[in-house]
């Protein structure tokens, strides 16, 4: 979080933050992070924690569904959070 924070150019709002961990279809002995070692980093870090595989196209609507709600649940368009989103 440091380095993202550092690199931002602009103060990081804290709230809707989710790590994403891309190629889960791999085969798990090719992984070189296991899903235990992504969440334990998440959690660390007080982050939701999410897999892809844009490849296969796991979880890649689910990432953007849920960044689309938090964006909406921290902003001041609940009604269209609402609306779309119930």
């Given at each position: ?22 190629m889960c279809?791999?085969d798990?002995?090719?992984?070189k ?16 924690y ?28 609940g ?8």
């Amino acid at each position: 979080m440091q380095l993202i924070e550092e690199h931002a150019g602009r103060p990081v709002s804290r709230g809707h933050e989710l790590l994403v961990a891309g190629m889960c279809e791999t085969d798990v002995a090719a992984r070189k992070v296991t899903t235990a070692q992504g969440q334990a980093l998440a959690d660390e870090f007080g982050l939701d924690y999410m897999e892809v595989d844009a490849k296969t196209g796991t979880n890649v609507e689910e990432v953007f569904l849920y960044l689309a709600r938090q964006a909406l649940a921290h902003s001041r368009l609940g009604w269209l959070r609402d609306k779309f989103f119930p």
